[in-house]
């Protein structure tokens, strides 16, 4: 039976466990400074970090492993070589494309768990920040001649706490939520604004009170990592699989969760890259998380959990930075495992090279930048040039500036077709430069775009979050199906805007814009829908707009006294409002 001290905690009462919530949160925000370097250390906005004083603690273990963002845009796509492909089964079609405002990457080809930092994807929920960190801060075990069921028990392993923390302790005293896990709530907001992590300075008695309301969200975290760690241990006592307790039920509202076939379809999209010598060859010599063995991993992920509960966090930024510098190394050569997964003489040679440097302790910025310069003159002759380069940049912009911003560019001009046009090329460089600069950014490109030109072009501001309106996903209204004709309709029918139609006040003449006219910067109301998946939209007039926008839905007859027959007839016509029977 395992010591662990969080098990103490499985039997406490309620109380016991709002108080260490309490505790923890008063400690943490005390040392605001640390917070800040945590952020500055991980390549995070400040407002990631301190979402909720778990995650901030989650972040600081995956800095202790070295662990930190990398821009997924600023990041290229590699082709992974075909023998290291993810099986058919598990490709995107989309991996590459630019797709609803996000750069989309395979479920898969975008997460590995030996991957020593973390990529920061816009689309992605802040939550993703202190989960990913997490991942690194457990480490994994992956060498390359184990059988299915090794790797399947490592990964299950690797993502247990992760998962147990998302939906409770990294969730408890989150932003200003009061309540569990809402997944369509995250889902809208992506984003964490520092003003609204309540735990940095609300009064103890407004602290106290939501952490009472948090502590089922902890005791979730102790008692699903108990059972997860009992299945996992029947499994290695049986040799047979054991699924999670809860598998098939509701955990939290429309979150249903199964440890034991998440880690079957991972190793079943893996296991080509993990059986591959290439591959191991990397991981055994320069990963800093791996375990030698599946009993060093499971006794890792108690004392994560202790650490997270209990450790004080306090790894000096030089430590962290000679870790980070470390895990460019070893990122730099798995990249080139992936491409190139031959274990010959060059690519031994290219590993032994780059552990020396590391056990020498002699990496600092201008070593990086020398490893990163022979790694492409060493690929060059085997892959091209381009595709050597490609491997070598890495997304980062520290310990060295390691980017590329040929993705984001071509972004612009998919995502936010019409603005790109009136910006032109000088235009489109700046606005790709300023989003280089502006950092790590949640959200739709064409709304970071909107928020970029703002200060300079109001205007075109507007066009692109028109844009970023139009490229939401189109919903679907069941109740078009049972929708009668408007010159049939009583005046008791339902007239209601079709299902995920919007409504909004634009600062300037947006559609005089997006038709590439010249337009003024009066005010306009816009409506916004998609019928039959293609984009419709209309500029309305203030009191139809403000009619529309008062009620959910409105009598046939009332509404057409009140913004006229024509009007309606005109908007049921092009498929913004749906008219019901009464």
Known sequence: MSRARWRSLLRVRERVLVDHLVETARAMRADRATLATWAALAGLPEGEVVASPFGARMIALGLEAGARTVHHELRPLLTWHRSVRPRGATRDPLHGQWHRGALRTGKYEEFCQEDPFC???????????????????????????????????????????????????????????????????????LDAPIERARWLHEDERSLARRARKAAPLLRWTLERTSAELAAIDEELASGTLIPSRDAGAESFPDVRLDASADALAYVHAHERRLSSPAVARVTSALARQHHSTLGALRTRVDDVLDRLLFARLA????????????????????????????????????????????????????????????????????????????????????????????????????????????????????????????????????????????????????????????????????????????????????????????????????????????????????????????????????????????????????????????????????????????
């Not at 790797?151 to 302790?169: F, I, K, M, Q, S």
């Not at 690519?347 to 490893?371: E, P």
């Not at 950092?439 to 970023?468: C, K, Q, Y």
Request: charged share 25%; with cysteine.
């Open 119 to 189: 990529t920061y994807h816009p689309e992605h929920s802040a939550k993703w920040a202190p989960h990913e960190m997490l991942h690194r801060a457990v480490g994994f075990h992956a060498p390359a001649e184990v059988n299915g069921f090794t790797r399947y028990v490592a990964a299950r392993l690797n993502e247990l706490l992760p998962v147990a923390t998302w939906y409770g302790l990294e969730h408890a005293l989150r932003l200003d939520r009061n309540g569990p896990f809402d997944r369509a709530l995250e889902g809208r907001e």
């Open 315 to 582: 790894s000096r930024p030089s430590e962290v930075r000679r870790a980070i510098a470390a895990n460019v190394v070893h990122d730099l050569l798995s990249r080139a495992a992936l491409v190139r997964p031959v274990d010959d003489a060059l690519h031994r040679g290219l590993v032994d090279g780059a552990h020396r440097l590391i056990r020498a302790k002699r990496v600092d910025s201008i070593t990086l930048a020398s490893l990163g310069a022979e790694l492409v003159r060493s690929l060059t002759p085997s892959i091209g040039r381009a595709r050597a380069e490609s491997i070598a940049t890495l997304g980062l912009t520290s310990p060295i500036v390691s980017i590329d911003v040929a993705a984001t560019r071509r972004g612009v001009s998919i995502v936010a077709p019409h603005t790109a046009a009136w910006l032109g090329r000088a235009g489109t460089r700046v606005v790709v430069d300023q989003l280089v600069a502006e950092g790590p950014a949640r959200g739709h490109l064409a709304t970071r775009i909107a928020r970029i030109v703002a200060p300079d072009d109001l205007p075109l501001s507007e066009l692109a979050r028109l844009e970023g309106v139009l490229d939401r996903p189109p919903a679907h209204d069941p109740r078009v199906a049972w929708s009668i004709e408007v010159a049939d309709a009583e005046d008791d029918a339902r007239v209601s805007l079709r299902g995920g139609a919007r409504i909004e006040r634009f600062t300037a003449d947006v559609l005089q814009l997006h038709r590439g006219e010249p337009a003024d910067d009066e005010p306009r109301w816009v409506a916004t829908a998609h019928v039959d998946a293609q984009p419709v939209l209309c500029e309305l007039p203030d009191r139809v707009a403000t009619t529309l926008t008062s009620s959910p839905s409105h009598r046939l007859g009332a509404l057409r006294r009140a913004i006229g027959a024509q009007a309606v007839e005109t908007l049921v016509e092009v498929g913004l409002l749906v008219v019901l029977p009464a």
